[in-house]
């Protein structure tokens, strides 16, 4: 099997991590539903000029039922994901994320039958560990404080249910994908979201939207939006090229490098707290290699 694909998944990673932290950096106050839609306008442009060179594939029942499975439950994960951002703090939310890639095992077997071998599976893990580890801030209050702040946290409640949506939308998008082709797939995929999340946007934020055009804040999400873009485009040629858990697992690397970009633009601490889950998800990610 080509190891390209990490080639893919390694863009993938690199350009959502730039685009958090780009978002990140320029927005704070603005209404998080805002902030999605228009990261999500500004894919649009590099996607809608591709698309012209992109042929359109024959379209077949099986890809239809794909995109039409997966596209409410990526609306519903993307809702979900905004509001466990917006009502818990960001170490007691991001960690389960890190349970996507070992719900893929399973379901990228059920619904794909991609199998991955014993080394293959234990670098998913490590990478799961480490990306864990990495988004616990207070490592000192405990390795299982995210698992009992469920009980007290709805953003981790939030989180769970976005953890389980992606690892279903994946392997979704992986069949689409094979029906049609990578490029295709995500320039489709993305719009229609798009189009379904705009009146979501504007009618949560319908009191804030006048503002946010008048003050131009709009214009700041359009390089997030651009490396956006490049994440959708490489995310789906990775994820044609490998199974669906290793590929997800080794885009989690954004986590590292989310913390890396906190640690030189934010001056956010704990940085070395964290070295354990960086080593964790660098020997998972040299298991996965491997076992590819």
């Not at 990306?131 to 409640?157: C, H, M, Q, V």
């Not at 392997?171 to 798009?194: D, W």
């Amino acid at each position: 099997m080509t190891h390209l694909w990490i080639f893919y998944a390694l863009i993938s990673a690199f350009t959502l991590a730039t685009s958090d932290a780009l978002t990140k950096k320029t927005l704070r106050n603005i209404n998080e539903y805002l902030v999605a839609w228009f990261r999500l306008v500004f894919t649009m442009p590099l996607l809608f000029l591709l698309f012209f060179w992109v042929p359109v594939p024959e379209l077949d029942s099986t890809f239809f039922a794909a995109f039409l499975l997966a596209l409410p439950l990526e609306v519903i994960a993307l809702i979900l994901y905004i509001k466990a951002l917006h009502c818990s703090p960001l170490s007691l939310t991001l960690p389960f994320l890190s349970f996507t890639p070992l719900l893929l095992i399973v379901v990228s077997y059920i619904i794909l039958g991609e199998e991955v071998s014993l080394r293959g599976g234990f670098g998913i893990f490590l990478l799961a560990a480490g990306s864990y580890t990495l988004n616990i801030t207070k490592i000192r209050d405990g390795f299982w404080e995210p698992l009992k702040a469920i009980a007290r946290e709805r953003g981790s409640i939030f989180m769970i249910a976005v953890s389980i949506l992606y690892s279903i939308t994946s392997p979704l998008g992986k069949m689409a994908i094979e029906h049609s082709s990578p490029l295709f797939f995500g320039i489709a995929y993305f719009t229609a979201l798009t189009c379904i999340f705009t009146p979501i946007a504007l009618w949560s934020a319908k009191s804030e939207v006048k503002n946010f055009f008048a003050s131009g804040a709009y214009k700041q999400l359009a390089a997030p939006g651009f490396f956006s873009s490049c994440m959708i485009i490489s995310h789906m040629i990775a994820i044609s090229l490998v199974q669906v858990a290793y590929m997800i697992s080794v885009k989690r690397i954004s986590i590292l490098i989310g913390v890396m970009y906190g640690y030189i633009f934010f001056r956010e601490t704990q940085f070395k707290e964290r070295l354990l889950g960086a080593l964790l998800m660098v020997a998972g990610f040299a298991l996965i290699v491997i076992a590819s």
